[in-house]
């Protein structure tokens, strides 16, 4: 069975410096410390990026899904990606997106250093390997392994900036455990993800996070500049009266505006709370629900949905 290992940078793949860890190791080496592949396990690595994580881009998760699809039109059986975890959560959710999963497709990284005590990247590698050889996991799709626990991209989020368990699924718990080499699922395949057509990310969207007092002041100021706005509303999908002003002016001018919730558990409500700011006053005015949806991945859903020429209405009707 042929795994393709595909590597992107973060801390897995750093040697420290004089200026601290950055990224230095490759493909080769990272498969070699995780003593991949086997009698019956043949593991190929190639170089995509050399990134740490903060640096990765959507055009970097575009270049990364072609990558992706030529392993599996090349014969790969599985694929493996190591990754940076600041923004392992999108780029994982951003190949669901983008990718017909024929074969598993998992992402993994680590959160210490190589050479570190307890260095948790071999381990982690080696878990990701092994529900990558696990042929079911292809209907999941891509997935995140941390830690020995299966997270769907859907719903993985990094949960803690330090700790080595660092990755989880508030909304609904992992998908399934490596246990002594074997993948184990706890339930069955999920509906999978609305596959976006093939387009390049070619759109600005941007995030606007809803804390107590905030007012229209960002919202109006780049209104003109950006093609979508994701707001991660509070509690259930509300705003303070003085934002929810400045996404009705822009959503009315044109903009594509996304309302989702920032709470660990996201849920927007529908027809709960009135007023201004209240949910049914922005989804009357011309907002669109993300469900539940976090907001960094619905802020990726309308990225390339619009690249790829749908509304935001289109690209949303399942989660409202």
């Not at 072609?66 to 999108?90: P, Y």
């Not at 922005?282 to 749908?310: D, E, I, M, Q, Y």
């Amino acid at each position: 069975m042929r795994i393709s290992l595909l590597a992107t940078g973060g801390t897995i793949s750093t040697q420290r410096g004089a200026d601290g860890a950055t990224p230095a190791l490759g493909a080769q080496a990272l498969a070699a410390a995780a003593r991949a592949g086997g009698a019956d396990l043949v593991v190929t690595a190639r170089d995509v990026l050399r990134l740490s994580s903060r640096n990765v881009t959507p055009a970097a998760m575009w270049d990364l899904a072609c990558a992706v699809e030529e392993e599996i039109q090349g014969g790969a059986e599985g694929v493996v990606i190591t990754h940076g975890t600041d923004t392992l959560e999108e780029t994982a959710y951003a190949l669901a997106l983008l990718v017909r999963t024929s074969v598993p497709v998992v992402a993994t990284g680590a959160m210490r250093v190589p050479g570190s005590a307890g260095e948790d990247g071999p381990a982690n590698l080696a878990a990701a390997i092994a529900v990558a050889a696990t042929p079911r996991f292809a209907a999941y799709g891509p997935v995140v392994v941390h830690q020995d626990e299966i997270h769907l991209a859907r719903w993985a989020a990094k949960v803690h900036g330090t700790r080595v368990a660092a990755f989880g699924s508030p909304a609904a718990g992992p998908a399934g455990l490596v246990v002594e080499g074997r993948a184990l699922s706890f339930f069955g395949p999920p509906p999978s993800e609305r596959l976006l057509r093939a387009c390049a990310p070619d759109k600005r969207v941007e995030l606007i996070w809803a804390v107590a007092g905030s007012d229209g002041l960002m919202v109006d100021a780049i209104r003109d500049r950006v093609d979508g706005l994701v707001v991660a509303g509070l509690g259930g999908g509300h705003v303070p009266a003085p934002l929810a002003e400045a996404l009705v002016r822009a959503a009315g001018a044109g903009v594509a505006v996304v309302l989702a919730s920032r709470c660990a558990s996201p849920q927007v409500l529908r027809d709960t709370y009135g007023g201004a700011g209240g949910e049914r006053h922005l989804l009357a005015s011309g907002l669109v629900s993300a469900g539940a949806l976090s907001p960094v991945k619905a802020r990726l859903r309308l990225l390339f949905g619009l690249s790829a020429g749908f509304t935001a209405a289109e690209l949303f009707a399942a989660e409202a």
